[in-house]
């Protein structure tokens, strides 16, 4: 079984910054990617990063230019770095990680229990 922990969520001004971190252990075999989805009230759950562990990263069109997702130097672990924030940041963040982990050989999609982040001056 696979174990996603979130952390560095909070309250933050408009214009301000976080930075939230995501780190999945358990017996893992090898990790395909990670991302962040959020979630705000009455709202579906949208896609913010999606980090490949080829290199590769994709961002929502709403936090281009303003979001960074990358591994940390923890192994099986990334951040999201969230500069000039906006109002409609707001929303309850999710870890989620495309893990082949334990005896079985299926890759499995596994979520953490997500972390606040609000917006608000």
């Known amino acids: 079984q696979v174990q996603l922990v979130e952390s560095g969520g909070g309250l933050v001004q408009p214009g301000g910054s976080l930075r939230l971190s995501c780190a999945a252990s358990?017996?893992?075999?090898?990790?395909?990617?990670m991302s962040w989805y959020r979630q705000n009230l009455g709202e579906q759950r949208e896609l913010v990063a999606r980090?490949?562990?080829?290199?590769?990263?994709d961002y929502a069109d709403s936090v281009t230019g303003r979001f960074t997702i990358a591994r940390d130097n923890a192994a099986n672990s990334v951040y999201l770095q969230m500069d000039s924030l906006k109002a409609e940041d707001t929303g309850v963040y999710y870890c989620?990680?495309?893990?082949?982990?334990?005896?079985?050989?299926?890759?499995?999609?596994?979520w953490g229990q997500g972390t606040q982040v609000t917006v608000s001056s």
């Open positions: 989620s990680g495309n893990i082949v982990a334990g005896v079985s050989p299926t890759p499995w999609d596994y």
């Open positions: 358990g017996t893992i075999y090898t990790v395909n990617s």
């Open positions: 980090y490949d562990w080829g290199g590769s990263a």
